[in-house]
């Protein structure tokens, strides 16, 4: 089969269309013909092995496993002998960054807890461009945030992959939604539905007087001290870009002011792969792509993703 393939850690200049095996499914594991796959940040953690930390677990020298890619829609192919939820022929997305990556190629294997039905409204292109973003979002407004009906939310990095369906589904939870964006994206916060978009050139979102109930935030380029100021009493802030202040101080300051402040690292939950494709089938949510790709062009979507402006997401046609 046809991967990208990447044998040392480095830029996207590392990344080459290879002839490879194709993997054979574990008695848990189920064998994807991959369809499309999308980009994440974790593809270019994975793939500069920065921060350092992660190659305890991907490869201290070396990465352990040569092909990324965590994001994929596309057909069961084959199924291990202990699966029990698909079969041949169903029509699947998931989220592989917990069991190996392995999405930029024609095939790929994964834990049949890691994906679930590819929601039927959507094209495949657009059934992989939601798995690890809208569950993130998911998880932050609703497991850490406790996001309720008429909450005053506060999406920072609103137009991303992951605050791209943050608006949507806290808009879905029936939140009031203020996104903060660049200029060239405010147009499109305001058709994900957010109510109020902050350009962060012109505005800051600490200094307006206004309080939140739930901000999320990705680029964490505020101190915590301007965070507590506008959340109210009993607010709560969930970074999902990584806080070292809200990891080091985050226990104290939610003791000291009953005000929550918690990092969140997403975890790949089938039921929650369910939910998302349920709101994108409702309507509710769907992915706004910036780009397609093909195959052999990985290496140019990972140079775009690097610079940290994507408009929602890059989508990979396999
Ligand atoms: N915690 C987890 O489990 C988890 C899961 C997924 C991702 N993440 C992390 O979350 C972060 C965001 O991920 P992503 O996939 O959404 O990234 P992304 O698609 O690259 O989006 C980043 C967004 O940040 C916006 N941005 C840049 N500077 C900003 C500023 N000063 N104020 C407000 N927005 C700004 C950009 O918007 P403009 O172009 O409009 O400036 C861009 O749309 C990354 O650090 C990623 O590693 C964490």
Redesign the pocket.
Known sequence: MKAIIYQKYGSPENLTLQEVNRPEPKADEVLVKVLAASL???DG?MLSGTPFPLRFSAGLFRPKNQILGADISGVIERVGKEVKQFQVGDEVFGDLSGSGFGGFAEYAVAKETTVAKKPKSLTFEEAAAMP??SV?ALQGLRDLGQIKKGDEVLI????????SFAVQIAKAFGANVTA???R??VELAKSLGADEVID?AVRDFTKEGKKFDLILD??V?HALNQIEAVLKDGGRYVA???SMATLLLGPWKSFRTGKKFA????KVKQADLESVATLADKGKISPYIQQNFMLDEVPQAMNL?KN??????LSIII
């Open positions: 994440n940040q974790a953690y690890m973003a993130t920072n990095g609103a137009s991303g992959g992951v605050g903060v964006c660049s060239r994206n962060y990705g680029p380029n999902f870009g990584f990092n969140l690292i997403a993703l940290g402006k994507i408009s929602g997401k």
